[in-house]
């Protein structure tokens, strides 16, 4: 046998590449792909914020509350915006009714600096510290609509409404099941998982001992 044939049988086997009809796997890349580009903007964001809510919502059914510590990342991102605004006041058009959005994480975290946990008055210290705490979270879906304008512009240039719309109803279904598995969370998850993952127990969890 020739030299050369034999090489080309050799060779053979791993220049195979197998088609996979399947988008997915392929990660869009198909030229025959229609409308790649928007099929990977709307995945790729509805991936993002699903992540995000699915927590929000999980800690929210268990807990009946907000850590602080997203709070904190709350205070965060509106404090970049404020001062963004601010600073760049002269090439931005910001309403005021918007700066005093993004100001009321800023004056909860301030508050809290001024008067530390429980304060001098307590009834009031719980009055100042409820409101702010509800207003921040009433006002919240403006400060995510506004990181998802900035983060994710590829979502509001999709150029079929129904991909944004079933975006939207995706994250909502998201939302919702976390929510309740968070709420009934003894159907799925035990005491013990809690704690192996350094989180407090919710009230309702299940022991298994």
């Not at 997915?24 to 790649?36: D, I, Y």
């Not at 580009?37 to 914020?49: E, K, M, P």
């Amino acid at each position: 046998m020739p030299e050369d044939s034999k090489r080309r049988r050799l060779a053979s086997p791993f220049r195979f590449r197998p088609q996979v009809d399947d988008d997915l796997l392929t990660g869009f890349t198909k030229p025959e792909s229609r409308r790649r580009d928007d099929l990977r903007a709307f995945l790729a964001t509805t991936l993002a914020i699903s992540l995000l809510v699915w927590d929000l919502a999980f800690t929210f059914g268990a807990y009946r509350t907000v850590f602080y510590y997203r709070l904190l990342q709350i205070f965060v991102v509106s404090i970049v915006l404020l001062l963004g605004a601010l600073v760049l006041r002269r090439q931005l058009t910001v309403r005021p009714w918007m700066l005093a959005i993004v100001s009321i994480p800023v004056i909860w975290l301030v508050w809290r600096l001024l008067a530390p946990a429980g304060g001098h008055w307590p009834p009031v210290y719980r009055l100042v510290e409820g409101a702010l705490v509800d207003l921040t979270l009433l006002t919240l879906p403006v400060t995510l609509w506004v990181v998802l304008r900035i983060l994710a512009p590829n979502y509001f240039e999709l150029s079929s409404l129904r991909l944004r719309l079933a975006g939207l109803a995706i994250v909502s279904v998201v939302a919702v099941a976390g929510f309740l598995t968070g709420q009934f969370n003894y159907h799925v998850i035990t005491c013990e998982s809690f704690v192996v993952a350094g989180d407090d127990q919710p009230s309702n969890c299940r022991r298994t001992r």
